[in-house]
């Protein structure tokens, strides 16, 4: 069975300019999430997905990040503009139903670096 | 919201020595998660605990829930143990609810 794909594995830009990263979560998981991990903590939730919905986006700093999940499989998250401190590892998980006794299985993350 | 705290931060370790990480946390929780994060950045699941005991192979975790804490347990410890080891919980009952994860603890295996 695969896993989580992530893309790309990497990415360097300047401040103010955006990036898209992109997730494919396991095939037939329902629920998706969006973590952001900067470096020295652990992994802290933007956006989780149930199907196509958006289930919870409270830690979304939604005047520059957008995320979406067409069609209830992929999902992209964009930043617009970016700032230095959005320096980080962007990782995607996927559960089965995203029932709170689930197993989330991570991807291998995409790290950005905001100069 | 729920607190998650693990100590120790960092512990380094010759190959072969045990170790104990501990995880304590702040509510009654549903969901507890332990993961490795190995030096790539991958995450990767070891345990789903809540409560009780698991194990496997080297590596065991106890849960107890009504003290709020948890243990993950590293016997005969081997260089590909080193990481980042994350303790991650969830509250709530149906529905949905979200992962808190701790700071971690960075352990270093040298041969």
């Known amino acids: 069975e695969a896993g989580v794909a992530q893309s790309p594995r990497y990415k360097i830009i300047e401040k103010r300019q955006s990036v898209a990263f992109w997730c494919n979560p396991i095939?037939?998981?329902?629920?998706l999430y969006w973590y952001q991990q900067i470096l020295g903590q652990g992994p802290k939730l933007l956006i989780q997905?149930?199907?196509?919905?958006?289930?919870?986006d409270s830690q979304l700093p939604k005047d520059r990040f957008s995320a979406e999940r067409l069609k209830g499989v992929d999902s992209t998250l964009k930043i617009q503009p970016a700032k230095l401190e959005d320096s980080a590892v962007y990782l995607c998980?996927?559960?089965?139903?995203?029932?709170?006794?689930?197993?989330?299985?991570f991807g291998p993350g995409t790290r950005l670096l905001v100069l | 919201g729920i607190q998650v705290e693990q100590s120790p931060p960092d512990l380094i370790l010759q190959e072969g020595a045990n170790s104990t990480l501990r995880c304590n946390f702040s509510?009654?929780?549903?969901?507890l998660q332990w993961f490795h994060q190995n030096p790539w950045g991958q995450l990767i699941n070891l345990f789903y605990?809540?409560?009780g005991t698991k194990q496997n192979g080297r590596l065991s975790a106890t849960t107890v829930a009504t003290e709020r804490y948890s243990l993950l347990y590293i016997s005969s410890s081997q260089t590909t143990d080193s990481g980042v080891y994350f303790c991650?919980?969830?509250?709530?009952?149906?529905?949905?609810?979200?992962?808190?994860f701790g700071k971690g603890t960075m352990l270093l295996v040298s041969p």
């Open positions: 998980a996927s559960s089965l139903a995203g029932g709170p006794r689930e197993t989330q299985y």
């Open positions: 095939s037939g998981h329902a629920t």
């Open positions: 997905f149930q199907n196509n919905g958006v289930v919870d």
């Open positions: 509510d009654s929780v549903n969901n």
């Open positions: 605990i809540p409560s």
């Open positions: 991650a919980v969830a509250v709530g009952g149906s529905g949905y609810s979200t992962l808190t």
